[in-house]
């Protein structure tokens, strides 16, 4: 991604997701003239919109330099590719003055790139994974968004067919599984799927594959996570242990891509029926507690989703529209669903729904909120003038939802800055995407299916806005310092039990 320097700023908010979700990506950004750095000088700016962008964005990059010698300039290239894509993938930026762009390179350097020694003994620790599944009775594999961004997604499926247990996902990994999957028990965390949820305190044997465990997954008490189970965690990037789930943890370093392919060569991880009476109690718990919170809102969702064709993209906001498509999206064969994962960042979808469609040129679906989508007049532009066939679908609800929801919680229902009467307001977005050239769609809940069918198959840009009501909630949801099964509403003492104890 290129960027000038001034304008760099606007990137900061991208290379932060990318940190934070692992995404390898390069950015280049321009600089003043290298006669025009301050350098040392103790002034704020010596070249006009001259800005120290390697400094800002050093926390949130795997490497960030700034390139003041052409001849640096293949060298960094290949060493910022390395970096983006070695071990735990992530951003790194370049910044290059103008005068170092202007100038010719010789492209015979040589490019002496020291690679990464990982000495990783994948014998010992494949043996140590069949033996904790061996003797296990309940295992579990939580699976994260590392499987997504290795590109294994099917060597995956195929593992989990093979070891025929149950496998629960994080939010921005509901894709690396079909919704037809007989081992597919929904994603765990603070919005996560009941059933789910209490799979993890079920399980004796809990193998984490591409994951981090943040507070968002296991709750703000890590210690009250998975009590009864054993956990295997499998990370390529060993500082994650630094957080502990407790100190019994088996802490594995390793290539999950490695970890995968080798286990779907090793005829042992062929388990037929050793956990058949857990699977049947798995499937028992998800009946009992699946329909228990479905909002409306699922349900637009659920049935949007079954008009989507197989292999196509869906990019989310950041707010409730993100919950409710993780909670009710039906993932068929191909299709990926994007997330702002760590950063959270309103304003997300619609941006990320067009860099998807350039990398792609796979159908594409936005997913966004009245709040979101307000950050976004720039892209709908975009798509006024590119005609790119990008489908905006804008759950309007004319509120902040989940921090008014927030606002009820802990601030006794005083609503600031989230509410029309108390200062935020939320446009008829119809009017504004046809001022663009924009086709539109303006429905009330899902009671016009046949125009929003055509509409999502036609080859145009368009936007689907569709009114919900002002006060929505996302259900379940987990309050601060209970154990993940135990979400809000509250479910019976005595069902709580019964489950557990089966």
């Keep these: 991604m290129l960027q000038v320097d001034h304008g760099a700023t606007n990137l900061i908010t991208g290379i932060a997701n990318a940190y934070f979700d692992s995404i390898p990506t390069i950015f280049i950004t321009g600089q003043v003239n290298t006669y025009e750095l301050k350098g040392t000088k ?5 070249g006009f919109q001259e800005t120290n962008i390697v400094d800002m964005v050093k926390s949130i990059t795997k490497y960030a330099k700034q390139i003041t010698n052409e001849n640096e300039v293949p060298n960094e290239l290949e060493n910022a590719y390395r970096v983006a894509m070695e071990g735990r993938k992530g951003p790194v930026l370049l910044d290059i003055p103008m005068d170092v762009q202007r100038k010719d390179i010789n492209l015979n350097t040589n490019c002496a790139i ?66 037809d999957s007989i081992y597919n028990y929904g994603f765990i965390g603070a919005y996560g799927h009941r059933y789910a949820n209490f799979m993890t305190e079920k399980a004796d044997v809990i193998i984490t594959m591409g994951t981090r465990l943040d507070c968002r997954q296991v709750g703000n008490n890590r210690e009250k996570f998975a009590t009864n189970a054993k956990i295997l965690r499998i990370d390529i990037d060993s500082n994650e242990f630094d957080n502990k789930i407790d100190s019994k943890e088996i802490q594995i370093k390793a290539d999950i891509e490695q970890i995968i392919k080798a286990m779907l060569k090793d005829d042992r991880f062929s388990f037929e029926d050793k956990f058949k009476e857990w699977n049947s109690e798995a499937q028992i718990i998800k ?28 990019t989310t906001d950041v707010g409730q529209n993100q919950v409710w498509v993780a909670q009710s999206f039906k993932v068929k064969e191909g299709q990926r669903i994007l997330f702002s994962g760590g950063h959270g960042s309103m304003g997300y979808s619609l941006p990320a729904a067009i860099g998807a469609y350039y990398a792609s040129k796979s159908p594409i679906v936005c997913f966004t909120g009245d709040g979101g989508l307000q950050m976004n007049i720039q892209e709908l532009q975009f798509l006024a003038t590119t005609r790119i066939p990008i489908k905006i679908i804008v759950l309007n609800n004319y509120a902040l939802g989940m921090i008014r929801h927030f606002q009820e919680m802990y601030f006794n229902s005083v609503y ?23 086709a539109t769609l303006n429905m009330n809940n899902l009671n016009e299916k046949d125009k929003l069918r055509d509409m999502l198959n036609n080859n145009e840009p368009s936007l689907i806005q569709i009114n919900i009501d002002k006060n929505t909630y996302i259900y379940p949801k987990l309050s601060v310092n209970n154990p993940i099964y135990n979400q809000d509403p509250k479910l019976d003492e005595s069902l709580i039990k019964e489950l557990l104890n089966m």
């Design 287 to 314: 009946d009992r507690l699946k329909n228990l919170d479905k909002q409306p809102e699922n349900d637009i969702i659920e049935k949007i989703s079954e008009m989507l064709e197989e292999n196509c993209i869906v």
């Design 42 to 46: 103790r002034i704020k700016q010596n």
């Design 114 to 179: 020291l690679k990464e020694n990982r000495n990783i003994d994948y014998e010992d620790i494949i043996e140590k994974i069949y033996m904790n599944l061996k003797d296990s009775k309940r295992p579990l594999v939580i699976a994260g968004a590392g499987i997504d961004l290795a590109g294994i997604n099917n060597e995956f499926k195929a593992l989990v067919k093979k070891l025929k247990i149950p496998v629960v996902t994080s939010m921005i990994a509901i894709d690396v599984q079909n919704n």
């Design 416 to 438: 600031t800055q989230t509410i029309k009467s108390r200062g935020y307001e939320s446009p008829d977005f119809c009017k504004i995407a046809n001022a663009y050239g924009v």
